[in-house]
């Protein structure tokens, strides 16, 4: 049973064991595992690159399906047509994908660079980040939609997309998907130059305004740098690095209560977003409100923290950023969840706001105070 151990395959490195793993290293391997599975009547969970799973203690009693399947294509079309097809499997490591594409100078994808995982992740909860995501450049998604035993096709506006969610994610229950992602489909522009820098930071990096473009690779790097600095691009040296990423996801509030809030709080409008009453929501920073709520970096090492009792220091914090909970090492998910639960409280408290995960929780969930 210990070698079914699933902490190994996710990137906190939390999780007990599965009763079975079966790794699909192609497209009909995964199709034939998932139908075995279902045909079995079997609990099933389908692991990608692991980077946004916290899996309880107790582990998993069904069939983990691992996504092994890789590899990409970039076709350039038709000269003046404008457009850069890319198609990947969905076990192709994201930032190989996007490594490449900057490489042979197609556009797009620069500003998701560093971000752990793999490509069939992607378009499930709209991956994004520096002001892009997934859906600005995806065309269609192919999966296998478990409920009708056939491939299916989904075009960009089918997967109503919107922040870190879809129709992919809203299918999945409980970390089981309804459709599985067997490869997703991206339409880039031709050229060595990025597409407009919509963040401030970012666009301060590679010297341009805000909506300006750089040099694709200008880009790259300095996301892959900035990354570095808060803990979020893998290295097995840096215990900051071994989280899910950004544990909760930006809450999307009404406009009065985002007016409640302190004038420093960082808040924007949610682009294509609208209210029944025609208001527009807002977008708020959790970092932001986590830090003010009296959750510095590094919150649940110090024993004067509240979450100490309970995690030892074993989880905390990142000391590089708000946002991510990390494995300090030996961590359980019962130590990881008692930070994040320890912070979600606080903020409630002190704010009224309810902060979400943005991880999936398998078999576990958020501690109540």
């Known amino acids: 049973m210990t070698d079914n151990n699933l902490a190994p395959l996710t990137t906190l490195g939390v999780g007990g064991p599965a009763r079975r793993i079966v790794v699909a290293q192609t497209e009909r391997e995964l199709i034939d595992a998932v139908s075995a599975a279902d045909q079995a009547g079997e609990e099933l969970?389908?692991?990608?690159?692991?980077?946004?799973?916290?899996?309880?203690?107790?582990?998993?009693?069904?069939?983990?399906?691992?996504?092994?399947?890789?590899?990409?294509?970039?076709?350039?079309?038709?000269?003046?047509?404008?457009?850069?097809?890319?198609?990947?499997?969905?076990?192709?490591?994201?930032?190989?994908?996007?490594?490449?594409?900057?490489?042979?100078?197609?556009?797009?994808?620069?500003?998701?660079?560093?971000?752990?995982?793999?490509?069939g992740a992607t378009p499930v909860q709209n991956v994004g980040a520096y002001g892009s995501d997934v859906s600005q450049t995806i065309s269609s998604v192919r999966v296998w939609d478990r409920q009708e035993s056939a491939v299916k096709t989904f075009v960009r506006s089918e997967l109503a997309f919107a922040y870190r969610d879809s129709v992919l994610k809203r299918t999945t229950v409980g970390g089981s998907p309804r459709y599985i992602v067997l490869t997703v489909e991206f339409q880039l522009q031709p050229g060595a130059m990025s597409a407009p820098v919509k963040y401030a930071e970012l666009a301060r990096a590679v010297g341009v305004e805000t909506g300006q473009r750089a040099l694709s690779s200008d880009v790259r790097r300095e996301v892959l740098r900035l990354r570095a600095t808060k803990g979020m691009v893998l290295d097995s040296e840096d215990r900051d690095t071994f989280s899910t990423g950004s544990f909760f996801t930006n809450p999307i509030v009404p406009q009065a209560v985002a007016d409640g809030l302190p004038s420093d709080a960082p808040r924007f409008p949610v682009?294509?977003?609208?209210?029944?009453?025609?208001?527009?929501?807002?977008?708020?920073?959790?970092?932001?409100?986590?830090?003010?709520?009296?959750?510095?970096?590094?919150?649940?090492?110090?024993?004067?923290?509240?979450?100490?009792?309970?995690?030892?220091?074993r989880a905390s914090l990142s000391t590089k950023h708000t946002l991510a909970v990390t494995n300090r090492g030996g961590a359980s998910a019962a130590d990881v969840l008692a930070v994040a639960s320890a912070v979600a409280d606080g903020v409630q408290r002190t704010y009224g706001i309810s902060l979400q995960p943005e991880p999936l929780l398998i078999g576990c969930s958020l501690q109540a105070d």
């Not at 996504?67 to 047509?81: H, K, N, R």
């Not at 490594?99 to 998701?112: F, I, K, P």
């Not at 920073?285 to 995690?311: C, T, V």
């Open 45 to 119: 969970l389908v692991i990608g690159g692991g980077s946004n799973l916290v899996i309880s203690d107790a582990g998993f009693s069904g069939t983990v399906v691992r996504i092994a399947s890789s590899g990409f294509t970039i076709d350039e079309g038709v000269v003046g047509c404008g457009v850069v097809t890319v198609t990947a499997q969905a076990g192709q490591p994201w930032d190989e994908l996007v490594e490449e594409t900057v490489r042979r100078e197609a556009s797009g994808l620069e500003a998701l660079s560093g971000i752990p995982g793999l490509t």
């Open 271 to 313: 682009e294509g977003a609208e209210t029944p009453n025609g208001e527009i929501p807002v977008k708020l920073s959790a970092a932001w409100l986590i830090d003010h709520a009296g959750f510095g970096k590094g919150y649940g090492l110090d024993p004067q923290d509240s979450a100490f009792a309970a995690a030892r220091g």
